[in-house]
């Protein structure tokens, strides 16, 4: 650890026993920890890399002491954002703070959607030519009769380097949405013509906390599950994994299949079902249809949405559909880097 930021741990630590003391759980998981800085709102001149991003750290009540300090007064939680500079790389170091128990967080990173490769225990990465991203479960502190588990998040990146979430002005677009972890929404679904384009359709989808037939569970910073009422009136799941930053990228699960065919000398061989690509719908009318079978679930649920909309209780996503261009958009795992031009 660095001795700039053992000295901020330190005093941090002091802060935070200067709220209140209550239960709480662990608010951020692997691919959270990716949205919690961003460069928008760097003022000009400044000199600072990133900042920790205020509005999606806000959305759990995380109080701002600077821009790279916030405490959450009722659980204790810390984030903290340390950064580190050569003349030919940067580093920036999340570091969150929390008493909770760790085993569901290792789980997390030992997942196979999230593609890291274990260097130890207490060390995953994802390595690229020109980026490293690495989770490292530090050493624990102890304050009073308090232990603390310390998490790190640490991007190492070239000079230069554009990522996939990179936009023509910054390279970490601010996120606006909190977590959807362990939330649970109802949502419907509407498809109509672009009023601007005449190749274009506009789907959007809606999720809310008024009951609808169909409800989505985030059940953690990945997976996604969907229940909802076939045309047999028979209760069905639909399960896919998700993104979410400052736009949001759906895709579906998909169980892949073992057939036996024959070969001409009379042997057999296995051969493995390889993933159709999504189903394409031109109009409403043929997505309703479909509605509440899986392809119509596979149809909406295999892209990316912008967020045109977000409050507590309800948050609008639209997507674009080009007429007779079904595209498949899965979420990242981890943004690899674009290459450079």
Known sequence: MLKTEKKLLSLLLILIFGFSNTAFSQEFYPMNIRHMFTDESIEIGNNTIVILNEDYLSKKRFQKI???LYVQPDSKETVFLSTLRTSKTNQLIVNYLTTSNLN????RLQDKELKLEKVNDNLYQMKFKDVNNQFLIDK???VGNTKFHHLKFILTYDKETQFGSSTNQYNFPKSNIYPFQNTSWYFTVDYSKSVSYSDENELKIKLTKE??????EFTDDIHYTITYTDKNKKPKIFKGTYDNGSSIGFDYDFEGHERTIKNKNGTS???SEMRSMPPSYNTQTELSQAKNTTPYFQFIFSRSYDIIYNSENDIHLMGIIRSGYPITEAPPS??????KK
Do not use: C, G, Q, Y
Request: no cysteine; charged share 30%.
């Open 66 to 68: 600077s821009d790279s």
């Open 104 to 107: 569901t967080f290792k789980k």
């Open 269 to 271: 061989t296995k051969i």
């Open 334 to 339: 981890l943004p690899p880097a674009k290459e």
């Open 211 to 216: 009951s609808t037939p169909n409800r989505i």
């Open 140 to 142: 624990d502190s102890l």
